[in-house]
């Protein structure tokens, strides 16, 4: 059974930072593209980064690029995101997601809230 567990998530000060984790389970990790998506209330989920089976290649959308770091460790089974200088707008749940050409799987989500 594959199970994508997140964690980090909790509330912070715009302009704070904060680390995601993701631990994957029951799954040949180093065979996945690993991607962190996020949903704001009243709004669709998003792609916010992306990091290739080998970790070599990593892509970010517009809003986090520069901001915002992907990262994975293939012996620990694990993704990082690692998230600085946040903004009121970062406030979302973020899940982890697993993607392999047969096949695709999500994690419950942590939350993110950016407020003073």
């Known amino acids: 059974q594959v199970q994508l567990v997140e964690s980090g998530g909790g509330l912070v000060q715009p302009g704070g930072s904060l680390r995601l984790s993701c631990a994957a389970s029951?799954?040949?990790?180093?065979?996945?593209?690993m991607n962190w998506y996020r949903q704001a209330p009243g709004k669709e989920r998003e792609l916010v980064a992306t990091i290739a089976s080998a970790g070599g290649s990593t892509s970010y959308a517009d809003s986090v690029n520069g901001r915002f770091t992907i990262s994975r460790d293939n012996s620990k089974n694990t993704v990082s995101l690692q998230m600085n200088s946040l903004k009121p707008e970062d406030t979302a749940v973020y899940y982890c997601?697993?993607?392999?050409?047969?096949?695709?799987?999500w994690g419950q989500g942590t939350q993110v809230t950016v407020s003073s």
């Open positions: 997601n697993a993607l392999r050409f047969d096949g695709i799987h």
């Open positions: 029951g799954l040949t990790f180093s065979t996945y593209a």
